[in-house]
């Protein structure tokens, strides 16, 4: 039996809506007269939905919805919607509103929007429970030297280390930075073998250079090599390129003073102090990050 918190400072309005609910078997509904109330009734007993007004006094459903997605994220909030409130309704959405719907819509839209969000989120919950109890994963990816595929995989490397605790929320971005410097000294200097100093000197001259040899033999056939083993225990991340490699000896010292202000320097240090291990291959092409999950 599904139970709706339905958030109105209109008491006309939330009977309306209740009674357009009630139409439906099995259904629980619990009332509130604006975001403050509904949070402290969510922290009493959660709903499986909320469905709120967005123009109220105390806390509109604005900021209800931002609230319940910081605080109550498995929850899904919908939004209803009146004349005039269309740019309050997209912001909404852009803050962790599942869906909306206008007021006075049919009791059928109601439910039907009601319920689309209801069996999406039953599913997100059985999926992160099954996922509690994968004991290995490993995947590989092969990309072109496209920088916009960067960002989508280290956020799916991201969720999957999540998912497996071997870091934190506060922790994932430390996590995803070091990441990517590992993959753009891939896609920049090894597959396009773009040198660090000429972007420290000349950052316009070093894109341009990018765009050509991207276009270029032998560079833009090269590819970007993934490979990712992921465990409760640990994530091992190993970045490959095309290049010819470098001697990994001669890396300068990133805690060299002389060497914080440089790119290169900068990365590396980035790198080795985000992760718990930084591994070249003899080659000098490529590299293994490891993450141990703490405690």
């Keep these: 039996m599904p139970n709706i918190l339905i958030v109105d400072d209109s008491a006309v309005e939330r009977q309306r809506t209740g009674r357009l609910l009630a139409k439906y078997p099995d259904v629980e509904i619990t009332y509130a007269i604006d975001g403050v109330d509904a949070l402290a009734k ?6 499986d939905a909320v469905l709120t007004d967005l123009i109220m006094p105390n806390m ?21 919607t009146s004349r005039g409130t269309e740019e ?21 839209e109601v439910w039907e929007t009601l319920r689309h969000v209801l069996d999406v989120a039953d599913q997100q919950r059985c999926q992160s429970r099954l ?25 799916y490397l991201q969720q999957h280390m999540l998912q497996f605790g071997i870091v934190q929320e506060a922790d994932q971005m430390r996590v995803a930075v070091a990441i990517d410097e590992a ?9 396009l073998e773009l040198p660090s100093h000429l ?35 640990r994530a091992i991340i190993e970045i490959t390129d095309d290049g010819p490699g470098f001697d990994p000896q001669q890396l300068p010292d990133p805690t060299d003073p002389a060497n914080l202000e440089k ?16 591994e070249y291959n003899a ?4 590299v293994r990050l490891t993450k141990t999950r703490k405690g």
């Design 42 to 47: 969510m922290d009493e007993c959660q709903p």
């Design 60 to 80: 509109d459903g604005l900021e209800l919805v931002e609230q319940i997605r910081q605080r109550h994220p498995t929850i899904p909030a919908v939004l209803m």
């Design 88 to 108: 309050l309704a997209v912001k909404a959405l852009q803050r962790g509103a599942a869906s909306y719907v206008p007021k006075g819509s049919p009791a059928r």
């Design 131 to 155: 996922m509690q109890y994968m004991s290995y994963t490993k995947f590989q990816f092969e990309l072109d030297n496209d920088r916009a595929l960067v960002a989508p995989l280290i956020g």
């Design 183 to 191: 993959l753009m000294n891939a896609l920049y200097h090894g597959n």
């Design 199 to 233: 972007r420290e000197m000349d950052n316009e001259a070093y894109q341009a250079l990018v765009r050509e040899r991207a276009s270029q033999v032998p560079y833009q056939g090269r590819k970007v090599r993934v490979q990712a083993d992921l465990s409760p225990d």
């Design 263 to 278: 790119t290169s320097g900068r990365g590396v240090l980035l790198m080795r102090t985000f992760m718990d291990s930084v």
């Design 283 to 286: 080659k000098g092409n490529g």
